[in-house]
Nanobody, 125 residues
Framework: QVRLVESGGGLVQAGGSLRLSCAAS????????MAWFRQAAGKERDLAAA????????RYADSVKGRFTISRDNTQNTVYLQMSSLKPEDTAVYYC??????????????????WGQGTQVTVSS
């Protein structure tokens, strides 16, 4: 497993932007599919965006398409989530997760075997 630490969350007004970072340690993320999940209060944890380990394929939830961009820098062992045009409904705890290279694409939720502690994103109206 790889250790993941998220940062970059905070309070932002609707229409604003934030960039989340996920710093990995312990293992290289080069052979991991990486993802950002989010969990709003009282709701289930859902996938926001994922990026594959090899060709850089991406997958986004319909609710964030065109507004969020996931990227990875294997040399820095870091994954990013650039969030723009934020809406109050984007308010949630955002979690970084890693699934091994031999998982499905996109990985099933139960294939992610490493999770960060989460970072809070709050979007005010």
């Amino acid at each position: 497993q790889v250790r993941l630490v998220e940062s970059g969350g905070g309070l932002v007004q609707a229409g604003g932007s934030l960039r989340l970072s996920c710093a990995a340690s312990g293992r290289t993320i080069r052979f991991y599919n990486m993802a950002w999940f989010r969990q709003a209060a009282g709701k289930e944890r859902d996938l926001a965006a994922a990026v594959s380990w090899n060709l850089g394929s991406t997958r986004y939830a319909d609710s964030v398409k065109g507004r969020f961009t996931i990227s990875r820098d294997n040399t820095q062992n870091t994954v990013y989530l650039q969030m723009s045009s934020l809406k109050p409904e984007d308010t949630a705890v955002y979690y970084c997760a890693a699934a091994p290279y031999d998982s499905d694409w996109p990985p099933r939720t139960n294939e992610y075997n490493s999770w960060g502690q989460g970072t809070q994103v709050t979007v005010s109206s």
